[in-house]
T-cell receptor
Framework: AQSVTQLGSHVSVSEGALVLLRCNYS??????LFWYVQYPNQGLQLLLK??????LVKGINGFEAEFKKSETSFHLTKPSAHMSDAAEYFC???????????FGQGTTLQVKP | GAVVSQHPSWVICKSGTSVKIECRSL??????MFWYRQFPKQSLMLMAT?????????EQGVEKDKFLINHASLTLSTLTVTSAHPEDSSFYIC???????????????FGNGTRLTVT
């Protein structure tokens, strides 16, 4: 079964510092991976998606993620954190034979001034 | 862009009553809608898959008689929490996939969620 695991339930960075949120996947077939962001009491907003076209994926708000098959990873990065980036981030994978979107445990990003 | 509207955004009800949550795709048609439940500080757990014109498919452990899902049109799916109890208090989020989108690589469009509190 396909799944994703997010390492670190809570990440704290200073404003202007690099953001790195980790996601590893498990899949016997080429996975389709996504990163979503959730602000308090709101739904989810798509940051970016990997669909095998390119291993380095650029998303909105300056985020990007790199698909590394050798490491089964799809980590999310942003060169310089902004206070407005503080939110919950979810890595997700589509289960290929059902179309269901399955989420990782989530990582809370805290940005300190 | 594709917009999913969820209503109400929050609701408080008494134990034993039923609550209906609506999920509408405003500018696209959705063959499939998904319902998720999210407890505080936790991830989204898929409850069921709703397909227009057919019965919903529930995930293991989700009571179908408790959480009634109806997907009567290509733009509307509803989740009814029947005989609600305090343990049903949670954040419920719907999502939709546009008709014709290639399933395996199409993202879901999410509603803003409904905060249900059962007293």
């Amino acid at each position: 079964a396909q799944s994703v695991t997010q390492l670190g339930s809570h990440v704290s960075v200073s404003e202007g510092a690099l953001v790195l949120l980790r996601c590893n996947y498990s899949s016997s077939v080429p996975p389709y991976l996504f990163w979503y962001v959730q602000y308090p009491n709101q739904g989810l907003q798509l940051l970016l998606k990997y669909t095998s076209a390119a291993t380095l994926v650029k998303g909105i708000n300056g985020f990007e993620a790199e698909f590394k098959k050798s490491e089964t990873s799809f980590h999310l990065t942003k060169p310089s954190a902004h206070m407005s980036d503080a939110a919950e981030y979810f890595c997700a994978v589509i289960v290929s034979n059902t179309g269901k979107l399955i989420f990782g445990q989530g990582t809370t990003l805290q940005v300190k001034p | 862009g594709a917009v999913v509207s969820q209503h109400p955004s929050w609701v408080i009800c008494k134990s034993g009553t039923s609550v209906k949550i609506e999920c509408r795709s405003l500018d696209f048609q959705a063959t499939t809608m998904f319902w998720y439940r999210q407890f505080p500080k936790q991830s989204l757990m898929l409850m069921a898959t709703s397909n227009e014109g057919s019965k919903a498919t529930y995930e293991q452990g989700v009571e179908k008689d408790k959480f009634l899902i109806n997907h009567a049109s290509l733009t509307l799916s509803t989740l009814t929490v029947t005989s609600a109890h305090p343990e049903d208090s949670s954040f419920y989020i719907c999502s939709a996939r546009e008709v014709g989108e290639y399933v395996v690589n199409s993202p879901l469009h999410f509603g803003n969620g409904t905060r249900l509190t059962v007293t």
